[in-house]
């Protein structure tokens, strides 16, 4: 038996602390690689996280609302294993934060606002964002334990100079997305995708189907992107350390907006082999998760392509920004009604405008185009998704 | 069920899809949609959750009927009558 040291993951290239906000596990619980052993808050809000071998727990180190850097330590685990490498280091949870980057490993996910895991009414979140108050420090008094408009003001009154945390949202937001257009050279490409076909289809099926088991416009779209990228390489996968490293799974980030603002872009793990019911039944868990905080940290780190969607919001295409190290993004933009000619006459039509943005270090222009036209020509036979 | 406990029934509904919703602070006649930011996911997760507590399945094509919180009210009792 050997000790070796459970530490603060790194969620992101631009993270350098997370705060443990709560242990799943006790001491002398045997856990299994894998497991959910606790919740860490980041920029990016709640986060479960897993360990990653078996073992029993020994000591929990950190204590819920400590803020430890990333590498430092948050328990020690008796392992059956010799000792673990990473068990040489001093096991304080004040070792100096890993520098940002450095992890071959790690990946970064969109920017989220600070206390996404915290319940909080857009107003209050806005505010609290404004005043640079932590809403997790505010005492809620909102419905259901929310914080309210009103519990902010009465923070910031209380502690006028609450000062914002060591990585604020904007800040965290500005590192992610300078480094993606300092170092990634975009080119942009649209194709606007007649949907009549994937809309009647859903309009026979959802009937069909138990009203957990409905299926939403979007998981069609889902599907389409994760088979065209599993056929289009190129499109999915990392760029690290000079080089573009394919992923045969495709692992589909997907952008979820938080209320109150800011979006994370978890992964749908293995997109392309799930049936439309089970990725639609993962699409509605991982959303849901992501807006109550739960989500895991093999969900933050592991897209290897993003699908971004802003139509809801009324916008006819998104121009996305490729978040490193990933190569591609695609986006989509709202359903809608458009001429079309069908046999000499015009017509309405739904239809949604795809956009592509792409890495050119790893892909061309044409590559990119038979990309959106393969997602096209998916969306034309809804049935055999 | 009368009017009250639907509308108390819809309000839970909403909070539990939407746990920012403030209810006390909704006004029962203008659009849920201007007043919480609620996309398609959040509207199958209302449907889903008042199809479990009071068993009402609303079709797809009746989702626009749930646009404030008066008209799914009325919607859902109509629908609570025609079940019997």
């Known amino acids: 038996m050997s000790l070796s040291e ?74 059956p294993n010799p000792a673990h490498p990473v068990g040489a280091k001093p096991a304080v949870a004040t070792a100096p934060a890993a520098p940002a980057g450095a992890a071959p490993t790690q990946a970064v996910g969109p920017p989220a606002p600070a206390g996404g895991g915290v319940k909080a009414s857009p107003r209050a979140r806005k505010l609290a964002r404004e005043l640079g108050v932590d809403l997790a420090s505010v ?19 209380r502690a006028p100079t609450a000062g914002k945390g060591p990585q604020t949202l904007r800040e965290t937001i500005a590192a992610a997305m300078a480094r993606s257009k300092r170092e990634i050279p975009h080119y942009y490409l649209g194709l606007d995708v007649e949907l009549t076909r994937a809309l009647a289809w859903l309009e026979e099926e959802n009937p069909m189907r138990r009203v957990a088991e409905r299926l939403l416009p979007a998981v069609l779209l889902l ?24 992923s045969d799974a495709v692992h589909l980030g997907v952008a979820v907006s938080l209320r109150g603002g800011g979006l994370v872009a978890p992964a749908l793990h293995d997109a392309h082999r799930l049936a439309l019911g089970e990725l639609m039944q993962a699409f509605r868990d991982v959303v849901n998760r992501t807006r109550q905080g739960r989500l895991r940290a093999s969900e933050l780190t592991a897209p290897t392509l993003t699908v971004t969607s802003l139509g809801e919001q009324g916008v006819d295409r998104v121009y996305g920004v490729i978040h490193p190290p990933q190569v591609a993004i695609v986006g989509c933009g709202r359903i809608q009604h458009v001429p079309r000619v069908v046999d000499g006459a015009v017509v309405a039509a ?10 050119h270090r790893v892909s061309d222009g044409l590559g990119g185009a038979k990309f959106l036209q393969r997602i096209a020509a998916l969306l034309q036979t809804p049935e055999a998704l | 069920m009368n009017q009250s406990e639907i509308q108390q029934a819809f309000l839970e509904a909403l909070v539990s899809v939407a746990p920012d919703a403030e209810p006390d602070a909704l006004d029962r006649d203008e659009p849920l949609r201007e007043q919480m930011d609620l996309d398609s996911m ?43």
Do not use: C, H
Not at chain 1, 141 to 154: F, I, L, M, N
């Open chain 2, 42 to 84: 959040d509207l199958l997760n209302l449907v889903i959750r008042l199809n479990e507590v009071l068993g009402v399945e609303v079709p797809e094509r009746d989702y626009p009927r749930l646009d404030s919180v008066a008209n799914a009210v009325a919607y859902l009792e109509a629908a609570l009558q025609a079940k019997g």
């Open chain 1, 6 to 79: 459970f530490q603060m993951p790194s969620l992101g290239a631009d993270m350098d602390e997370g705060k443990l906000v709560e242990w799943l596990v006790e001491p002398g619980d045997a856990v299994k690689r894998g497991d959910l052993i606790a919740v860490v808050e980041t920029t990016k809000a709640g986060v479960e996280v897993e360990v990653w071998e078996d073992g029993v727990i020994a000591e929990l180190v950190a204590r819920p609302g400590d803020v430890v850097p990333v590498g430092g330590v948050l328990a020690l685990l008796e392992t």
């Open chain 1, 350 to 359: 739904p239809a949604v405008s795809l956009t592509l943005a792409a890495d």
């Open chain 1, 139 to 157: 005492p809620p008094t909102g419905p259901q334990g929310s914080v309210s408009y009103a519990d902010v003001e009465r923070a910031a009154e």
């Open chain 1, 223 to 246: 599907k389409a992107v994760a088979i065209a990228a599993a056929e289009a390489p190129d499109m999915n996968g990392v760029f690290r350390d000079g080089a573009f490293r394919r």
